[in-house]
């Protein structure tokens, strides 16, 4: 059999100049994988996510992330045909509350993708939506019943993520670490340096977690420190402004909660300066627009143009692209634009007077950079509230684990905790839900808390040795 194989791959190779069968048995084993050991398969799209490529077609807006994406939605079409099938699904995760949260985004973007200005664009990213939450959401949260594989989970992407820091430290020492080439020597990886710090700052928690972790062996605790160094260059490097105001954001909450600050008095504080804000909005304004310093190499300038609303392209971008998504909420506000048509659409939405040197008209430079004005511009009002609603409920069902748990489940809930509020802040200037880099372990993290609530807390605790069959 083997060698039939070979002579009808020699002939077509040399004949009709035909390569495609030579990827045979590649496509036996991983249908294999599908079939006996989909948990293996979840574990090794973890590790491809951050060293996939994406391929973009421009003409359509429409793209793909190889080869992560289509062994998604592999795992999307197994786990539909098995709940159509089969009929079950643990119940307990499907009726968690973060769960219905999810229900209700996917229920909403299902009805504005009817009411899309760009119907096919709208259901190409919904169905991106479900091969990521379906496999790592749904399906990842059967395979943490064992909470080793959570470490796993996180342990792969972490080690890929340190092959692609390693790789761009490389490549960007061969530009003097300047600035503007930080901007996008990680491609082709990752496209921009935000998305690389943003993924960064994701698993810095994560990190220094592990080096506490209980019962850590001394040789894990060394190669977590490693690893926390090179992540800690990698952030450095990146020169993603967001990604670190959005670490020292978890870095503030950590702390609060270590110091148990009742959520009263936090209440109050946030109020107080909200309040403060408002009042003495002018001045701040004023304050702000006398801020002349842009992006620099120099790190101590770099972070003075975090608020420098006058000059800064890249901070004068991103105002001008919340405008035009307010103004896209304006004409449309309940159902909106449509799911992922924002790009599309804005340009007619952005005044000549808010423009930047960087803005475009083409719908090729990205998206609303926010997580919150995206969906608001895409889906409207509802679909902005929904994705507060999921911030709110996956925040607190993680600090209710947090209470809840043994130390090793304190430990995890807390460090996936303060890895997702990166993420939540990040939001706000940035939003990558639409990539396989961000989604993957955003979802991901979601099922760790939903599978330590379930079956890791109190009297749900279950042996290491149960199964996770999906």
Excluded: C
Excluded at 331 to 346: I, L, N
Excluded at 397 to 419: A, C, D, H, I, P
């Amino acid at each position: 059999m083997t060698v039939l194989f070979l002579l009808v791959n020699f002939f077509l190779v040399l004949q009709k100049d035909f390569y495609w069968l030579l990827l045979l048995p590649l496509v036996l084993i991983v249908m294999y994988y599908y079939l006996y050991a989909l948990d293996k398969v979840l574990l090794m799209i973890t590790f491809l996510t951050p060293l996939a490529v994406n391929i973009s077609d421009l003409e359509m807006g429409l793209g793909v992330s190889l080869p992560t994406e289509p062994l998604m939605f592999g795992v999307l079409l197994l786990f539909m045909a098995n709940l159509i099938f089969e009929s079950k699904y643990d119940r307990k995760i499907a009726n968690h509350p973060i769960s219905y949260v999810i229900y209700l985004s996917l229920f909403w973007m299902l009805i504005t993708t009817m009411t899309s200005e760009m119907p096919v664009v709208s259901i190409k990213y919904m169905l991106a939506r479900l091969w990521f939450v379906i496999p790592f959401y749904f399906v990842a949260a059967l395979l943490f019943r064992k909470k080793s594989n959570i470490r796993l989970f996180l342990w792969l992407y972490i080690i890929a993520m340190v092959v692609v820091v390693l790789y761009t430290i490389v490549q960007h020492s061969e530009y003097g670490f300047e600035e503007e080439a930080g901007h996008w020597v990680m491609s082709p990886f990752y496209n921009d340096h935000t998305a690389y710090g943003a993924a960064l700052a994701l698993f810095f928690p994560v990190i220094v977690g592990f080096i506490f972790y209980p019962g850590a062996s001394r040789r894990n605790r060394i190669l977590s420190v490693i690893v926390f160094v090179v992540f800690t260059v990698g952030l450095i490097l990146s020169f993603g402004r967001a990604a670190w105001i959005s670490v020292v954001v978890a870095f503030g909450v950590f702390v609060i909660i270590m110091l148990k600050i009742r959520f009263y008095w936090l209440a109050m504080v946030v109020t107080v300066v909200f309040s403060v804000l408002f009042i003495f909005q002018q001045q701040i304004i004023d304050r702000l627009e006398k801020n002349k310093q842009d992006s620099s190499a120099n790190y101590i300038e770099h972070i003075q143009s975090i608020y420098n609303i006058t000059s800064d392209a890249s901070n004068l971008e991103r105002i001008n692209r919340w405008q035009a998504a307010l103004r896209m909420y304006e004409d449309r506000p309940v159902f909106g634009w449509g799911p992922g048509t924002y790009q599309f659409m804005y340009a007619p939405y952005q005044r000549s007077k808010e423009k930047t040197i960087i803005s475009t008209n083409l719908g090729d430079k990205g998206n609303a950079h926010s997580e919150y004005l995206g969906p608001l511009s895409e889906m409207g009002m509802p679909g902005m509230l929904i994705v507060l609603l999921l911030l709110i409920v996956v925040i607190n069902s993680g600090l209710r684990v947090y209470k809840k748990g043994n130390r090793e489940v304190k430990y995890l809930s807390l460090m996936v905790t303060l890895g997702l509020i990166t993420y939540f802040t990040h939001g706000i200037l940035n939003n990558f839900l639409d990539t396989d880099k961000l989604s993957v372990p955003f979802w991901g993290f979601i099922a760790v808390i939903v599978a330590l609530d379930v079956f890791h807390t109190n009297n749900n605790e279950i042996s290491e040795d149960a199964g996770s069959d999906s």
